[in-house]
């Protein structure tokens, strides 16, 4: 009876072929499908260089479908090749020859009888010492084999075994353990030329919970060292404390204003201070060359008609370019001239910084905001120039902008001539003005950097990179507190009413008009009121134009003899004012400058 | 010894005096014995007395083995570099069969004919083995370099093989003189004639000739290096290692 679902025995395959110890060695192999009858499987194979076929000597030693070819029958050395028959009533299936060499399939078997001892040697750290034993088929004492060791161990609860190699030896010392916890360990060997073997069965140990691993001789040696390192840094300390000191916490610069004497200052004594100072009668007759001041904050005072003052309130407007008034005379000038500036030397400064919004100009009601100090870089041929303060990218006078200035942030910088004189005077002797932290702190509070305008940053860039000054933003804040006759009153702005002949301004106080004034200088304004002073003569005589336009730019010129018109009216190019004028003779150069401190050549035109 | 001597006193002062003497004598022997035992056992072939023989051969046959140790490993991983890029499922293995040229050595197959062997005539049998690889090894490194796209691998492992085997050589030319000054055999070595298929046009031919070459060389590397381990632990550790 034919059954159709029979058919010859599948293709067996061998498994695997392996040796313990380098004599013997086994082979497995896998069976096909059986075809659907009783399939036998032989294992035939020829060795290297013999031409004779020999079948499997042992089918049993090994396990099902396994042949084991014991030390007769194994040569070392030399290539086996086996091949897996399964036979079956219908037929017969061959396995693909396997090339067996027994050199290169040794894999033993785990070491034995592991030792697991806790050893506690007086004076000595406590450690763990265990031992084991090849495994006892390798013969390792003739040198066929050569075994090397490795051995892994854990607490019992913990997932990640800690491996160790130990080499060819069969012992190990563990000495890192917690106590109170029960270890487990295991060992596995490989021949010289073979395969790891499997790990032992694991052995376990507990350790007690007064297994100390004290070592005294480290924490004496660790006391010693924390000792002679805390005397070496109270040593340092003691010697160099001062540097260090400063080194970590620098100390904030004080105010270096050359002649300026603190102790003067402690005692409130003001007029000795300026006088100390160097301030001169006003307007000063020495040292104006090398004072800068942009802007000249001129005071509303009585002297209505000598000063020209900022009007109050710019709500919103564009700024109002405050010009320092680059006569050097009129900053310095303003400090001891007591016609001018009594009130204002005496009364304490109420305001926070000494840039101010037009609107803030009587009192701190409006501190300044986004003020913005930069360098002119066109000025850095300059001698002690001082940084001046000016409005914001928002102020198209001071920064030549690539866009136009935004009105909302309208902020106009003055100076009150006190200041100026304060900065001038520092500005004069010292390469560095410094301030005081206070006015420091009110400054840097108020200062902020439009980035509206590209141009502005890449001036700010200009400016901070200016070599000449380090602390430059800080230079300009005047001690307001420090000097009683920095007040600021409101200021306004005087129009001019007319000119005479011997180019005497005669000034009328502005109103508080702020109509006509916006800093923008994409809206020129009517400005009929505001001559523009085009040019000084030689003479000292202020050639005065009207300017339709309303540029509240404050225009600097370093020099006098530069011509005027090359700066563009409604750009703001911060020059650095520099006081030029010899001595009585204190020049003015303003283009497209629509304030004047009629104070500051007042002397030349009487 | 004192027993066995006779009692009446003429013999008895013999035996003092052989008492004497012999205890002397035992204690020379021990005292030489303190002397020259400085392992448990010593070695059977260096000449007693010559201790600097034993500490040298120790440290000859630990230099040997190490040596050996290596150049077996260098082969094994050049064969394997060298299998896994050229000679994949061009059924070379099937080829090399009884193909290497130092078949015709008789050397052991297994371990009961290494154990009986003869230690000086498996000390030649591996000089012999070596000396039979020098000029393949050398011929080798000069194919591989001329192989277009030479492998660096196997190039520099060829290399390090050709020279460590030379050193091998040299140190086993140093113990075989300490261990039988007195034999000095005539070089005999097998003769290598592959250097025709190294060179062959046909690359399957010549690719197989170069992967016999290096599965003998593991084999032959194989060989020297357990024939040294089993001399080492026989020599120096009496078979105790």
């Excluded at chain 1, 040796?19 to 096909?32: A, L, Q, R, Y």
């Excluded at chain 1, 004080?254 to 300026?260: L, N, S």
């Excluded at chain 2, 049998?125 to 196997?154: F, T």
């Excluded at chain 2, 070459?213 to 632990?233: A, E, P, Q």
Aim: hydrophobic share 35%; net charge negative; proline share 8%.
């Amino acid at each position: 009876m034919i059954d159709w679902r029979q058919s010859p025995p599948g293709k067996p395959e061998i498994i695997k072929c392996r040796s313990p110890e380098k004599e013997t060695f086994t082979c497995w192999w896998k069976p096909g499908a059986d075809g659907g009858l009783p399939t036998s499987y032989t294992l035939t194979y020829h060795k290297e260089g013999e031409t004779l076929t020999h079948e499997c000597p042992d089918y049993k030693t090994g396990g099902p479908n396994s042949c084991y070819f014991n030390k007769k029958h194994t040569s070392i050395w030399t290539i086996y090749i086996i091949t897996i028959n399964a036979t079956n009533q219908m037929g017969s299936c061959s396995s693909d020859p396997r090339y067996v060499d027994v050199t290169y399939i040794v894999e033993p078997d785990p070491p034995v009888n592991l030792t697991l001892e806790l050893k506690q040697p007086e004076d000595k750290k406590p450690y763990l010492w265990m031992r084991w034993f090849p495994p006892t088929l390798v013969d390792v004492r003739s040198g066929w084999l050569t075994l090397q060791y490795e051995i892994r161990l854990k607490p019992e609860k913990s997932a990640e075994w800690e491996i160790h190699f130990a080499g060819q030896q069969t012992q190990f010392k563990i000495l890192s353990l917690y106590p109170g916890q029960k270890y487990l360990v295991q060992v596995r060997c490989k021949p010289d030329h073979g395969f790891w073997s499997e790990w032992s069965p694991e052995s376990s140990i507990q350790i007690p919970n007064d297994f100390t691993m004290k070592d005294s001789t480290v924490w004496i040696f660790v006391a010693v060292l924390s000792a002679v390192f805390c005397l070496i840094m109270v040593w340092a300390v003691a010697l160099k404390g001062y540097s260090m000191v400063s080194c970590i916490l620098p100390p904030v610069p004080g105010p270096k204003i050359k002649g300026f004497d603190t102790h003067l200052l402690e005692k409130g004594k003001s007029e000795e201070l300026l006088s100390a100072l160097g301030c001169q009668e006003f307007p000063p007759t020495s040292d104006c060359e090398d004072l800068l001041v942009e802007f000249l904050e001129v005071d509303d005072s009585e002297d209505q008609q000598l000063m020209p003052a900022h009007s109050k309130e710019h709500p919103g407007q564009g700024m109002k370019p405050t010009h320092l008034d680059p006569d050097s005379d009129s900053g310095r000038g303003s400090c001891d001239s007591p016609s001018l500036l009594s009130e204002k030397c005496e009364e304490p400064r109420a305001n926070p910084s000494t840039f101010q919004t037009p609107e803030g100009i009587e009192k701190p009601e409006n501190p300044p905001k986004n003020v913005t100090h930069t360098w002119d870089p066109q000025s850095t041929s300059l001698e002690g120039k001082i940084p001046y303060f000016h409005v914001d990218g928002s102020k198209s006078s001071t920064w030549p902008l690539p866009q136009p200035p935004n009105q909302h942030n309208f902020r106009s910088s003055y100076h009150n001539i006190a200041d100026i004189c304060q900065l001038a005077t520092g500005a004069a002797g010292a390469s560095a003005t410094l301030l005081d932290k206070t006015d420091k702190h009110a400054f840097k509070s108020s200062k902020t950097i439009e980035t509206g305008a590209e141009g502005k940053a890449a001036e700010q860039r200009e400016v901070e990179s200016f070599p000449s000054k380090t602390d430059q933003d800080r230079a300009w804040l005047p001690p307001q507190e420090k000097t009683p006759f920095l007040s600021v009153k409101a200021l306004d702005y005087v129009e001019i009413h007319k000119v005479n002949k011997d180019g005497a301004l005669s000034l009328l106080p502005k109103q508080k008009e702020n109509s006509d004034q916006t800093e923008k200088p994409s809206t020129p304004e009517t400005s009929k009121e505001y001559a523009k002073v085009s040019q000084v003569t030689d003479n000292n005589i202020l050639v005065l134009t009207q300017d339709p336009r309303a540029p509240n730019l404050a225009l600097f010129e370093e020099q006098a003899k530069e011509a005027p018109p090359s700066l563009p009216q409604n750009q703001a190019q911060i020059d650095l004012a520099s006081f030029t004028a010899p001595p009585g003779n204190c020049r003015l150069q303003l283009g497209g400058l629509d304030y004047l401190d009629p104070a500051g050549f007042m002397h030349s035109f009487q | 010894m004192l027993r066995a001597m006779g009692r009446d006193k003429a013999s008895l002062d013999r035996m003092t005096f052989d008492n004497l003497t012999g205890s002397l004598l035992l204690l020379l022997l021990l005292v030489s014995d303190l002397l020259l035992c400085k392992s448990v056992a010593s070695l059977p072939i260096c000449p007693s007395g010559a201790v600097n023989c034993q500490v040298s051969l120790r440290e000859l046959f630990d230099r040997a083995v190490i040596l050996s140790h290596y150049i077996h490993n260098l082969s094994s991983e050049m064969f394997n570099e060298f299998d896994k890029r050229y000679a994949q499922g061009r059924g070379f293995v099937t080829k090399a069969i009884n193909s290497c040229h130092t078949s015709s050595l008789s050397t052991p197959e297994d371990k009961e004919q290494a154990q009986q062997i003869h230690h000086e005539d498996l000390l030649n049998l591996i000089l012999r083995v070596l000396r039979s690889w020098n000029d393949p090894l050398y011929h080798l490194v000069s194919e591989v370099r001329g192989m277009q796209e030479a492998p660096e691998a196997i190039l520099s492992k060829a290399i390090e093989i050709e020279e460590q085997n030379r050193r091998l050589l040299e140190g086993m030319e140093k113990i075989v003189g300490q261990v039988q000054p007195r034999i000095k055999e005539n070089e005999v070595y097998s003769v290598w004639s592959g250097l025709p298929s190294l060179q062959m046009a046909d690359e399957d031919s010549r690719l197989f000739a170069f992967y016999n070459l290096l599965h003998c060389l593991r084999r032959d590397s194989h060989k020297i290096d357990n024939y040294l381990k089993l001399l080492k632990c026989r020599i120096v550790y009496d078979s105790n290692c």
